[in-house]
């Protein structure tokens, strides 16, 4: 009687055991699906992947020379733009009068101009970002 009372005690503890081996890895389990689904809810507007060939033409083996000619001809453009409608007063004849030829100067003020359209653009991206549940 003593040996089935031992027997029947070690099987409980040996159930007790495997309940609890079988608890702790559903609790790691659990928390483990916590944690990647907290992780894919704190993807924010910072880590999106930026691709400029969305918003710009860019040939396939060209990317150098398209991105150079970009950030070298959009500023000055704008630049000349601004110069046209502002200072000249959106006359042709006052406009010749300006001297083009200082193209850093040219070149700056569009740059800030653009950089200006940019950082509004973007800051606007950001109010309007709704963060998507792929639940």
């Known amino acids: ?5 031992e027997e029947e005690l070690n099987k409980k503890r040996n159930m007790l055991y495997y309940n609890q081996l079988i608890m702790n890895e559903r609790r790691a389990k659990s928390a483990h699906d916590k944690k990647t689904k907290s992780a894919k809810k704190r993807e924010g507007f910072g880590s999106q992947k930026v691709d400029f060939k969305d918003y710009l033409f860019i040939p396939d083996e ?3 020379v398209a991105y150079t000619i970009y950030f070298v001809a959009i500023p000055y453009l704008v630049g000349a733009f601004f110069l046209f409608l502002f200072i000249a007063g959106a006359s042709w004849e006052n406009f010749q009068l300006l001297n083009l ?15 200006i359209c940019l950082l509004i653009w973007i800051m606007i991206l950001y109010l309007t970002y709704d963060t998507e549940d792929d639940i």
């Open 1 to 5: 009687m003593n040996e089935t009372t």
């Open 62 to 64: 060209w990317e150098g």
């Open 101 to 115: 030829n200082a193209f850093p100067v040219v070149w700056l003020i569009g740059y800030e101009i653009v950089a």
